[in-house]
C-alpha cells in the first residue's frame, strides 16, 4: 500500500515506530501510535513472521515515508549512492538528510517534514537570500536557510519555533530563531539521523 493511502498515524503503526509526520501532537498522549503500537488491520496484534525479502522491504518503506518522498525518487537517490565513496546506506541517508525540506523541519521552522515541503512549495523559504520553492534540492555546507520576512508572523511558523524545545537540533546544523535563519555548518552526522532504520537492508533490498 502507497505512503499516500495511509493516514499518517496509520503510517506510524504499519512500520511499527513513530516517524513524528503529525508534528507536535506525536509528543502529547493524543498521539495513536503511543495508543496502538501495532499495526492497523484484524490481524494488527498477531506475531507474524516476516521473510528476509519483507523485512529489507519494510526497511525501505520506513525510510520513504519518513521522509515523505515517493518510490521513484527514492530509488534516484540510491543510485547516487552507490556512486559515492562512501558506504551505500550511509551516504544515502545523508543524501535525505540535506534536502530542504528536511532541513527546514531539523531547523524548526515546521512542525513536520510534510509542512516543510508545504512552506517550501509556497515560497516561504530563502537559501543564500534567494526564494526556493523546491523541496528536493539538496544543501550543502555553507548554505544559509532563512523564513521570507514575509512569512514570518505565520502562526504554524511561530508555532514551530516554540514547540522544536521539544526536539534537538542536528550538530550539523546552526539556528538562530530569532531572525528564523539557519545554516548547514557540515555535512550530516550519521549518528545523529533519528530514524532508527537498518540502512543496509535497503542496499539489500535494492541488489537482489
Not at 498521539?31 to 513472521?49: A, V, W
Not at 523541519?105 to 512542525?111: I, L, V
Request: positive net charge; hydrophobic residues 35%; glycine residues 8%.
Amino acid at each position: 500500500m502507497g505512503c499516500a493511502k495511509l493516514s499518517a498515524c496509520k503510517t506510524c503503526r504499519r512500520e511499527n515506530m513513530k516517524l513524528f509526520l503529525k508534528g507536535d501532537r506525536c509528543f502529547t498522549d493524543k498521539c495513536s501510535f503511543d495508543r496502538r503500537p501495532y499495526p492497523p488491520g484484524q490481524h494488527g496484534q498477531s506475531r507474524l513472521k516476516f521473510s528476509e525479502y519483507a523485512l529489507q522491504l519494510r526497511e525501505k518503506q520506513k525510510a520513504k515515508r519518513y521522509y515523505g518522498i515517493g518510490e521513484k525518487q527514492f530509488r534516484r537517490y540510491f543510485t547516487i549512492a552507490e556512486r559515492n565513496q562512501e558506504v551505500t546506506g550511509t551516504a544515502l541517508l545523508k543524501l535525505l538528510e540535506v534536502r530542504l525540506d528536511n532541513v527546514v523541519y531539523s531547523m524548526g521552522f515546521a512542525a513536520s517534514r510534510r509542512e516543510a515541503r508545504h512552506m517550501v512549495v509556497h515560497g516561504h523559504i530563502e537559501v543564500n537570500g534567494k526564494k526556493v520553492n523546491i523541496p528536493s534540492v539538496n544543501l550543502e555546507k555553507g548554505d544559509v536557510v532563512q523564513v521570507r520576512e514575509k512569512s514570518r508572523g505565520m502562526n504554524k511558523v511561530l508555532g514551530a519555533i516554540e514547540g522544536v524545545k521539544k526536539r534537538t537540533i542536528p550538530s550539523w546544523l546552526e539556528v538562530d530563531s530569532g531572525t528564523f535563519k539557519g545554516t548547514v555548518k557540515d555535512a550530516p552526522v550519521r549518528d545523529e539521523v533519528s530514524l532508527p532504520v537498518e540502512e543496509n537492508m535497503i542496499v539489500e533490498y535494492y541488489s537482489r
